[in-house]
């Protein structure tokens, strides 16, 4: 079964540096998401993008961040200047079109110290 | 107002016997997704059920969604060892952005 691929899987950054997480979404997906999951808190959204533009984005979704889709497989995160409240799961997730199922990867654990 | 709120928060039972989980919403939605997560693992998705839809099944998994409570339930039929993880509701206001609840902790014993 087709499965989104995150990489790192745990990565663990000095507060103040830049991180980027990548991701490889469903092949045949448009529709790519990033969210996070801070240790014992809700899984929250982040990003959603389309059509090489971001098209929803939250409050927590600040400038520090940014995402990227730079060739025709990859989707990134990128955080410019990490803070110890970033610390959290991060996961990457796509859907074939808007309103269905949208498929979650494994996580990338990223550790701010 | 919390949206998607999973209930109870833990539910403890023994192999064999049935599991159910509710979520209750506030706003209306287009659909409502369930997911399953095990330990510091990755989000992995159940079952995808529309506003229009009042009930889908899947395997041993049956969930319900009433549009005019707000609420929908997860059965898990013949629960296994194996189903130990933590449940979660998702609802789709829009047709993409999701909104978790905080989850139900399943604790399967053998």
């Known amino acids: 079964e087709p499965e989104v691929t995150q990489t790192p899987s745990h990565q663990v950054t000095q507060m103040g540096q830049e991180v980027i997480l990548r991701c490889v979404p469903i092949s045949n997906h448009l529709y790519f998401y990033w969210y996070r999951q801070i240790l014992g808190q809700k899984v929250e959204f982040l990003v959603s993008f389309y059509n090489n533009e971001i098209s929803e984005k939250s409050e927590i979704f600040d400038d520090q961040f940014s995402v990227e889709r730079p060739d025709g497989s990859n989707f990134t995160l990128k955080i410019r200047s990490t803070k110890l409240e970033d610390s959290a799961m991060y996961f990457c997730?796509?859907?074939?079109?808007?309103?269905?199922?949208?498929?979650f990867g494994e996580g990338s654990w990223l550790t701010v110290v | 107002s919390q949206q998607g709120e999973e209930d109870p928060q833990a539910l403890s039972i023994q192999e064999g016997e049935n599991a159910t989980m509710n979520c209750s919403y506030k706003?209306?939605?287009?659909?409502l997704q369930w997911y399953r997560q095990n330990s510091g693992r990755g989000l992995v998705h159940l079952i995808l059920?529309?506003?229009?839809?009042r009930e889908k099944h899947s395997g041993r998994l049956r969930v319900t969604l009433d549009t005019s409570k707000k609420s929908s339930s997860l059965l898990i039929t013949a629960s296994r060892a194996a189903d130990t993880a933590s449940y979660f509701c998702?609802?789709?206001?829009?047709?993409?952005?999701?909104?978790f609840g905080k989850g139900t902790m399943l604790l399967v014993s053998p």
């Open positions: 997730a796509s859907s074939e079109t808007p309103g269905n199922t949208i498929y």
């Open positions: 706003t209306s939605i287009n659909n």
């Open positions: 059920i529309r506003s229009n839809e």
């Open positions: 998702a609802t789709a206001r829009g047709y993409s952005t999701l909104t």
